[in-house]
C-alpha cells in the first residue's frame, strides 16, 4: 500500500513540474526583441495589449490580442509608438488577401519615425488581430 502512495505522490508531482515547465513557454512573437536596426514584434504586440486590456477594464470584456504575423520585418521605431482600433487591415484588402478574421477588430500599432534613411519606409502601421467582435449591426 505505501508503495502505491509513493507512485500517486511521485506521479503528482510529475504532474505539477510539467504544468509549470508548460506554463513559461513563449510564442515567437514573445520572444522577438528585435535589434538596433528592426524592431521587435514583442513590443508591437505589448502596445496593441494595452489597448486591447484598457477596452476590457472599461467595457469588463476578456478580448485579446492574436499576434502579429511573424512575417513583419519592419525598421526599428525611434519614437513611442501609438495604437488604436481598426475595422479592418488595409493592406490585406489592398493586396486581396481574405482577411485574417473578418469579424473582429484590428489594433493598429503606428510607428511615426524609424532608423531608415528610405522616405517611404520612415512610419509605418501593423495590424494586430484580436478576439474582438465587430458589433453586429442594428437591423430597424
Known amino acids: 500500500m505505501r508503495t502505491f502512495y509513493n507512485i500517486i505522490i511521485i506521479f503528482f508531482c510529475v ?6 515547465a508548460y506554463s513559461q513557454v513563449q510564442t515567437d512573437v514573445q520572444k522577438d526583441y528585435g535589434n538596433e536596426y528592426y524592431h521587435g ?3 508591437i504586440n505589448d502596445k496593441a495589449i494595452e489597448i486591447i ?8 470584456t476578456h478580448w485579446m490580442s492574436l499576434e502579429p504575423d511573424l512575417r513583419i520585418f519592419v525598421d526599428r521605431c525611434l ?4 495604437a488604436q482600433w ?4 488595409p493592406y490585406e484588402k489592398l493586396m486581396n488577401i481574405p482577411p485574417v ?3 473582429n477588430w484590428y489594433v493598429s500599432v503606428t510607428c511615426n519615425e524609424t532608423v531608415s534613411d528610405i522616405p ?3 512610419t509605418w ?11 453586429p449591426s442594428q437591423i430597424e
Open 15 to 20: 504532474c505539477l513540474m510539467s504544468n509549470y
Open 41 to 43: 514584434l514583442k513590443y
Open 53 to 60: 486590456e484598457a477596452y476590457n477594464k472599461k467595457h469588463n
Open 79 to 82: 519614437v513611442p509608438l501609438e
Open 86 to 89: 481598426a475595422e479592418y487591415d
Open 101 to 103: 478574421n473578418p469579424d
Open 120 to 122: 517611404e519606409m520612415k
Open 125 to 135: 502601421d501593423i495590424y494586430v488581430p484580436t478576439t474582438r467582435p465587430k458589433e
